[in-house]
């Protein structure tokens, strides 16, 4: 599938609007699955993705040629996803300073999304999926990232800290520490039932 995305890729780049067309069709839903677990919102999701698809036709002329674009695709979602996450803390921000009365909390991006359920595989157990998934919302956006990345999406180590910009050591101990957290967390959860 990588020649295919580099193939795509090299002619889109050279002008050949076909190419995206397939490209676009071949990538979107990865990206779109990825992005809709680290938003949590299906509709901030597709949004984020056109967003994606905007920066990346933007800055294709700076894509090495040859090199599978996947890697340099999912930098620029997540990218995309951490500017909006900064833009609504701002936001939020400014509408708490502009109010009487204290700051309302801070909350995560959007709240739960209905299709990541439907992304994840099918389980013989919906609660321990549910389970699962909670337990996953609930961990530091890092080691989420790096268990999304390298679980769900089934990037290699290297391929998650060269979306992510950082070395695949951090991106090990990022994961190490997502799957301790989200053990103990449904250890929790089974030793309740």
Same mark, same amino acid.
């Given at each position: ?27 979107? #839903? ?5 992005? =809709?677990?680290?938003?949590? %919102?299906? /509709? @901030? !999701?597709?949004?984020? $993705? ?62 739960? #999304? ?5 992304? =994840?595989?099918?389980?013989? %157990?919906? /609660? @321990? !999926?549910?389970?699962? $998934? ?60």
């Amino acid at each position: 599938m990588a020649a295919d995305d580099i193939e795509l890729m090299g002619r889109y780049v050279a002008g050949d609007a076909h190419a995206f067309r397939q490209l676009y069709r071949h990538v979107a #839903p990865r990206l779109l699955g990825y992005l =809709a677990r680290m938003a949590k %919102d299906r /509709a @901030l !999701a597709e949004d984020l $993705l056109q967003l994606t698809f905007l920066k990346a036709h933007r800055a294709r002329k700076a894509y090495v040629r040859g090199a599978d674009p996947m890697p340099w695709l999912y930098a620029i979602a997540r990218h995309a996803f951490l500017d909006e996450v900064r833009k609504r803390k701002r936001a939020k921000v400014e509408l708490s300073r502009s109010e009487s009365g204290p700051p309302e909390p801070r909350a995560h991006v959007t709240g739960q #999304p209905e299709d990541v359920a439907a992304d =994840a595989e099918p389980s013989h %157990d919906p /609660a @321990l !999926a549910q389970a699962a $998934l909670a337990a996953l919302q609930s961990l530091p956006p890092s080691q989420r990232e790096a268990i999304i990345l390298t679980k769900l999406d089934g990037k290699s180590i290297a391929e998650a800290a060269a979306i992510t910009g950082t070395t695949p050591g951090a991106m090990k101990v990022r994961a190490h520490r997502g799957y301790v957290a989200l053990r103990k967390a449904l250890g929790a959860e089974g030793g309740r039932s």
